[in-house]
């Protein structure tokens, strides 16, 4: 069973930092792309970055770029997402999720709150 | 402001049909396939339709989807209360900032 588990979240301070993982089981981790996905609070989705299955390609939102690096270790079957200076607008649920374009698995999200 | 643009509420009454429109650009919906998603309160994002018109495994057929153009559509047959939900559109986009775009979404309501 394909399972994406996230950790990680929780409250933070405006320009702080955070990391936050997605342990993948269930499939072949290092064979598929991956994406981080966040939704804030009563709104919709927004893309936040995508990684390729070596890691070698990277892509990211505008709204994160310069601020967050996506990273993934295949060994150990894991993405991650460092955040950086965070503001109050970055305060969502963030999903890993797999696939290049198409979205078939998603883990269930941790909270980032961004607030003083 | 997303860049898809979808209808913010749809209803229809139960065993009905209803239609969602998802309306973008040449940049993105134009020379992409589109995918939809299905989100249950309280629960993440599901797969509903992919590559256009594809249903993954264990999606009913009355779930189905087509695009023409620069738009996109969600059609779902024989309304369920529990298909009561927000749905959102994505794809590929191409431009200058290119990455994956989500439509704002639409939230279905079963009467």
Redesign the interface.
């Known amino acids: 069973e394909v399972q994406l588990v996230e950790s990680g979240g929780g409250l933070v301070q405006p320009g702080g930092s955070l990391r936050l993982s997605c342990a993948a089981s269930g499939f072949t981790f290092s064979s598929y792309e991956m994406?981080w996905?966040r939704q804030a609070p009563g709104k919709?989705?927004?893309?936040v970055s995508?990684i390729s299955s070596s890691g070698s390609t990277i892509?990211?939102?505008?709204s994160v770029k310069g601020r967050f690096t996506i990273s993934r270790d295949n060994a150990k079957n894991s993405l991650y997402l460092q955040m950086n200076s965070l503001r109050a607008e970055d305060t969502a649920v963030y999903?890993c999720?797999r696939g290049a374009?198409?979205?078939?698995y998603?883990?269930?999200?941790t909270l980032v709150t961004v607030s003083s | 402001q997303s860049v898809l643009t979808q209808p913010p509420s749809v209803s229809a009454a139960p065993g009905q049909k209803v239609t969602i429109s998802c309306s973008g650009s040449s940049s993105n919906i134009g020379n992409n396939y589109v995918s939809w998603y299905q989100q249950l309160p309280g629960t993440a994002p599901k797969l509903l339709i992919y590559d256009n018109n594809k249903r993954p495994s264990g999606i009913p057929d009355r779930f189905s989807g087509s695009k023409s153009g620069t738009s996109a559509t969600l059609g779902i047959t024989g309304l369920q209360t529990g298909d009561e939900a927000d749905y959102y559109c994505g794809t590929w986009d191409s431009s200058l900032s290119a990455g994956l775009v989500f439509g704002g979404g639409t939230k279905l309501t079963v009467l």
């Not at chain 1, 919709?44 to 893309?47: D, M, P, Q, R």
């Open positions: 994406n996905v919709g989705l927004e893309w995508y892509y990211y939102a505008d999903y999720a374009v198409n979205f078939d998603w883990g269930q999200g």
